[in-house]
T-cell receptor
């Protein structure tokens, strides 16, 4: 079975803390994505990566960075957490080669990490 | 960038077919049409996708208008497990994958 796992289902952090969200996929997929989901706003793309050490900004990259040192792992980093980053964070992967990303193939999502920043 | 428009909510009776509409009037020739669904407290789940022709799989059917400006997800016999938020999404070569707010489907027993 295809699997995308995220390091935590629930996380509570304080303002100003550095936060790491980890995502691992076991499908040998080239493309990985980080989204956040907020009520009334749907899913918004933060960053994506189409190869190891490659990354591109999505719609809302401010306040976030990413790291992809290995093909199976894509990390989202909140350099200095703020209350407006309280959200559900979803990781996804897709096996379509190149930069097409989720264009021509199914995407697989992890269960999500609900982050609360106090 | 091409976006989609869906009704906020729909209802269906159990074991009846459900047709979920999606408008995407600014779709480009290279955009694929995807459908995902999401249950509460879970990540989205892939349902189906297509480019120009109608598509069928074990979960659903996707009917794409000839001009590709709209599409319809068809669940042939709704079950209570199909109650979810359904997202219609376009994906383009720029690797942008836009989720809107989706359609919340309620299945009535």
């Amino acid at each position: 079975d295809v699997k995308v796992t995220q390091s935590s289902r629930y996380l509570v952090k304080r303002t100003g803390e550095k936060v790491f969200l980890e995502c691992v996929q076991d499908m040998d997929h080239e493309n990985m994505f980080w989204y956040r989901q907020d009520p009334g706003l749907g899913l918004r793309l933060i960053y994506f990566s189409y190869d190891v050490k490659m990354k591109e900004k999505g719609d809302i990259p401010e306040g976030y960075s990413v790291s992809r040192e290995k093909k199976e792992r894509f990390s989202l980093i909140l350099e200095s957490a703020s209350t407006n980053q309280t959200s559900m964070y979803l990781c996804a992967s897709s096996g379509w080669p190149g930069r097409q990303g989720l264009a021509g193939s199914p995407g697989f999502f992890g269960p999500g990490t609900r982050l609360t920043v106090l | 960038d091409a976006k989609t428009t869906q009704p906020n909510s729909m209802e269906s009776n159990e074991e009846e077919p459900v047709h979920l509409p999606c408008n995407h009037s600014t779709i480009s020739g290279t955009d694929y049409i995807h459908w995902y669904r999401q249950l509460p407290s879970q990540g989205p789940e892939y349902v189906i996708h297509g480019l120009t022709s109608n598509v069928n799989n074990r979960m659903a059917s996707l009917a794409i208008a000839e001009d590709r400006k709209s599409s319809t997800l068809i669940l042939h016999r709704a079950t209570l497990r199909d109650a979810a938020v359904y997202y219609c999404i376009l994906s383009n070569t720029g690797n942008q994958f836009y989720f809107g707010t989706g359609t919340s489907l309620t299945v009535i027993p």
